[in-house]
């Protein structure tokens, strides 16, 4: 079986590198097209996956765009669809992985015949996306032979926005659980944990693992902070992926105002998660808003790291609360404080509750069982 998968990022996000983990299992049987360049085909590259940057330009409507955006941007996407159609007559099916690539799919597979699966990593509502968006993608999702939605909580929000539940299919994210369990890890050069779990006496960090945007919510987990006692410390890892500086500002802004500037590093986007993890004391989750899937909350579980997530969306089906992590109401600062200094003041509770969360993901979320599991849907799909 032959698979075109077409995604609209250069970034990796939590899409592409659950894209990553897919794709390679088609290796040469595959092709990753893309609309932009960036970090997420030199990665696709390095680990030997056939990958094409299709677009001349990054296409210009976003999530929240109206009619009328959307309409401008058509001419620049018809040579696209073009090149996608006829790419698409050597592929068994065409595999769109982001909104996107689902428009510029949907229109190409109706030109080429061939068939169109969606994988929907998002949840279909107006927190996320413009009226106009969200019928926009529900209309053409429709029209594919599949639709593989990564958690419960973005399957219903795509029927409840009008998507057809007989198309639908839940499958989790998969991981690599080789890359996560090899216990302490060396974080790669340069070594710029300011605050270390193996080297900070008492002191104990609470490690973010996300792009820094407002609906992410860095702001509640330094909010929280000011709650909990002075010994713990917070890093934040990721970086503002799509643009949203002023809130990169904001959190600055905020620590400042709060006199947190000496417990909160920012570390940027990293590549070494799983090393970063095993040097955390805890790895929070922090979403104002329903969390599609949240591979992050995942991997903390993975790295036998206590993990504490917002109980929304996709989080409050990977974590049950107080048996292999905790959840708190989103936004609640207060509530999160509560738990961050429970968990620094019972290690030992929190130490067992990581080792059955960590024991939980790998069976739940194993690549190797993940990655049979769409294969066999998409030769359904195929046949
Ligand atoms: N991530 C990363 N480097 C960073 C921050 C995050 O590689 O500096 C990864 C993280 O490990 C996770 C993904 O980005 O695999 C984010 O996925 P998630 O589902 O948590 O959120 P999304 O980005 O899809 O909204």
Redesign the pocket.
Known sequence: MKILFLDQSGQ????E?CLIGLAKHYGNDCLVGLFAPGPFSQQLAAQQIPVEVLAAQPLNFQKQSGTLQAMKSLGQLWPLVQRVSRLSREYDCIYANTQKALVVGAIASRLSGKPLVYHL?DIISSEHFSRFGQQVIVTLANQAALVIANSLASQSAFIAAGGRAEITEVVY?GFDLAKYSAGEMAIAPPHSLKYDRLGAGDGFVVGH???LSPW?GQHVLIDALQHCPPQIKIVL???ALFGEESYVQQLHTQIERLGLGDRVQF?????D?PAIMSACDLIAHTSTAA???????V?GMLCDRPVVAAAAGGAVEIVRHSQTGWLTPPGDARKLAEIITTVYEQPERAKAIAQRGQQEAQKRFDLKTINPQIDTLLSAVVA
């Open positions: 990796l996000g939590g899409a590198l990593h994210n693992f996300s792009r992410k890892v990721g970086s570390l940027g986007f990293r590549a998660i969390e599609p899937f949240g591979r992050v909350i991997e």
